[in-house]
C-alpha cells in the first residue's frame, strides 16, 4: 500500500506475520501498523489460551495490540487494515467487537477474510451491502492490489 501513502493517506490496523525459525512456522506476531507495537498472536510454546491446531493463541497480545490499534486506527489514520479476520484473532471477543466498531466506523476498512470459515461475525461482513468483496486467486493475486489500491483511493477522496 506504499502507492497510498506516497498519496497522503495514513494505515492503521493489523498485520499478523509467520514467526519462523530453521525453516518452520512457530507461529504468529500481531502486529500494529501505526505504531509499529508488535505482540504474539500465537505460538507453538504458548502455555495457556485456546488451542488452534499445534499452537496457542495469545489472548492478551490480541487485545492489548490487536485490539488497540483498531481502536487507534478509527480516530488516527485515514484507512484501517485488519490482516486478518481468521479463527485465531476470533478467539477473542473483543476483537470481535473491535472489528465490528471498524466496520461502523466511517473509515474504508481493508480486511483480508478466512472465506470457508463459518463464523458469525465472518457471515455478518459477508452479508453486509456496503462491503466489496475481492476473491484472490491463482490468476488475480499479483495484480489485485491495483484493485484495491484504486478501491481505497476512490473511497477516500472527497
Known sequence: MASLEE????????YCPEIRSGGRR???EVIDILTGNRGILSHVLQRSGPRMGKYRVNLDDLS???VSALNIAETEADYIVIDEVGPME???RDFQLAVLQA???DKPVLGILHWKMKHPIIKHIKAMKDVNIYEVTRENRDSIHNVLINEIQRTLKP
Open 90 to 92: 476470533l478467539q477473542g
Open 64 to 66: 492489548r495490540i490487536g
Open 7 to 14: 498519496a497522503g493517506f495514513r494505515a492503521g490496523g493489523i
Open 103 to 105: 466496520l461502523k466506523s
Open 26 to 28: 512457530l507461529g504468529f
